[in-house]
């Protein structure tokens, strides 16, 4: 099977999208000879369509412009599947995607027919055979009303039928090295379709109804992507701006605890950065996670963690490699074991420090 990744994000292997896009095909290429190849658009040259017809004027159907438009119509001709990964950019396909569908006009002859749902299309110029369209693109939004719609329907009228679509809201978590145990199982259902899309050549009803759950509830997303990014000016000194990235981190910490593994009593969580100095407490509880900076409301203190504030920065804001499964960062701010200790701690009624 000859597999054609599009990769349409202007930031190119460091795409959030391509996240799930290569959980996808570590599932397609699990069975089987594949041959995959990627075109990377941010690296090609494709200029923008003149309009001017030249290609319907002349049998051959040959465009004026001379650029790497030839080397995608290769690769499109001999593939077998056909991926297409963006990010959602002000509701639909990045900009860079838009411009390659737009110099496709080639592909197709200038008589019109009619379509068999609605309206009229042109026809393909050469036979595109049982080819397979597959869409992954992830957006900044919780939801996706009045977001995707635009990106979903291009594809509708482009391919019909034929073709797969992962679209995943909370794109923001995919970026950074602190959610990857969040997001790791919905990595694996995308996975899971891709198995399924080479033995069935279709994703199951099953799988896209797990596709679309969300890994936070919308208040909760939408708390952590408002904490995502770190704004500055020429006037922000490298000590302000640490401390702007550290309180960011530490206020999206407090969302990632499960809320169900507390008692009602608040199990807290001190995380002190002498060097600042900033010092904040999340309170975990059953009824409900926050972070509390205002030392009049804080807590006697579980489980300090008393942090290098680069260290930390450097750890909260890695970014995730784009490959699936991928444990080059091996130093991880483990949520999980965090949770545990602090928990065992409020029920000894004791407290412990660390440094990290």
């Not at 080639?106 to 008589?111: G, K, W």
């Not at 919905?186 to 596709?211: C, F, N, P, Q, W």
């Not at 409900?288 to 579980?302: I, M, S, T, Y």
């Not at 091996?330 to 928990?343: F, Y």
Request: aromatic letters at 10%.
């Amino acid at each position: 099977m000859n597999i054609l990744l599009v990769n349409a994000s202007p930031k190119g292997e460091r795409s959030n999208t391509l996240h799930i896009t290569h959980a996808f095909l570590d599932g397609l290429m699990s069975n089987g000879k594949h041959t995959l190849k990627t075109f990377m658009l941010k690296d090609k040259r494709i200029e923008f369509c003149t309009g001017c017809f030249y290609c319907w004027n002349n049998k051959d159907g040959k465009c004026v412009i001379s650029d790497d438009m030839p080397e995608y119509t290769q690769l499109y001709k001999e593939a077998d599947v056909v991926i297409f990964s963006t990010p959602v950019h002000f509701f639909g396909p990045s900009a860079r995607l838009k411009n390659l569908f737009d110099r496709t006009l080639p592909f197709h002859v200038p008589e019109i027919i009619d379509r068999k749902d609605s309206g009229q299309r042109h026809e393909y110029r050469w036979d595109v055979g049982n080819k397979k369209i597959v869409l992954v693109a992830t957006c900044g939004f919780y939801s996706y009303e009045n977001n995707v719609e635009p990106l979903v329907k291009l594809f509708d009228i482009c391919y019909g039928d034929n073709y797969e679509k992962i679209i995943c809201p909370e794109g923001t978590l995919f970026s950074l090295e602190i959610f990857r145990e969040f997001t790791q199982s919905y990595l694996d259902t995308a996975r899971k379709a891709g198995v399924e899309m080479a033995s069935r050549g279709r994703i199951s009803d099953e799988t896209r109804e797990a596709l679309i759950k969300r890994t936070f509830g919308k208040d909760d997303y939408i708390y952590l992507a408002n904490n995502y990014w770190i704004q500055t000016d020429e006037n922000t000194t490298p000590e302000e701006k640490l401390r702007i990235g550290v309180r960011q981190r530490t206020m999206q910490m407090s969302k990632m605890f499960d809320e169900s593994l507390f008692p009602d009593e608040p199990v807290v969580v001190e995380m002190k950065f002498p060097e600042l100095p900033y010092t904040c407490q999340l309170h975990l509880s059953r009824k409900g996670n926050q972070a509390v900076e205002d030392p009049e409301r804080f807590l006697p203190h579980h489980l300090r963690l008393v942090l290098n504030p680069e260290r930390f920065l450097a750890i909260a804001s890695s970014r995730t490699n784009a490959k699936a499964g991928d444990k080059s960062n091996n130093v991880q701010m483990n949520i999980g074991k965090l949770t545990q200790i602090a928990v065992r701690l409020q029920k000894k009624g004791s407290s412990m420090e660390m440094k990290l």
